[in-house]
């Protein structure tokens, strides 16, 4: 598995079930206090507890500093600050060079499209592919801005299905991610 996607949807499931609050709630924007971003609340994501957190990503390398769930528990949405530098003006250059790291780290890849879009009046390199699964294709977004001149990644993971019937939660509760 790659770094981005240490453990596996069910895993991060099962584990999670346990750990689950609903966390964005409330109507003010909330400040991730761990992570240079601000995200808007909403009733229908579930947010993993710091101890869920650890026990759904179990190495440090890797591990997301949020975790948000829809209710279904289907599709979920990861955001890390990654220690490593990214300038403002190397976004863009993200959307031809990373493909080729998707396509070596990650077996089997079926679809990969790479754009740059912009989100929360921040430019973001994003990266959508899929891989078989049982029963269903696993659908994966990879976001990636520059926060504080370091990379800062949003995942959203899921089926395809599932993630088709989360879509506009997803798009909206991605689309008001506010990078402080």
Known sequence: MTRAFPISMRALRVSALGFLIAGLASAAPLKLSNLPVTVEPNEKLLTLTPAGIRSAF??????????????????????EWRAGKLAPNEVEK?????????????????????????????????????????????????????????????TIAGNVRDYSRNEALIRNFAGNVRVN
């Open 58 to 79: 179990p190495s440090a390398a890797g591990r997301p500093g949020a975790v948000f769930m829809t209710e279904d528990r289907k599709v979920s949405v990861a955001l």
């Open 94 to 154: 993200l959307v031809a060079q990373f493909p080729a790291v998707i396509r070596a780290q990650v077996p089997g890849v079926k679809a990969l499209k790479a754009d740059l879009v912009q989100l929360g009046g921040r430019s973001w390199a994003q990266f959508i592919f899929t891989t078989p699964g049982q029963g269903d294709d696993l659908r994966r977004e990879l976001l990636m801005t520059s926060a504080g001149g370091r990379i800062l990644v949003m």
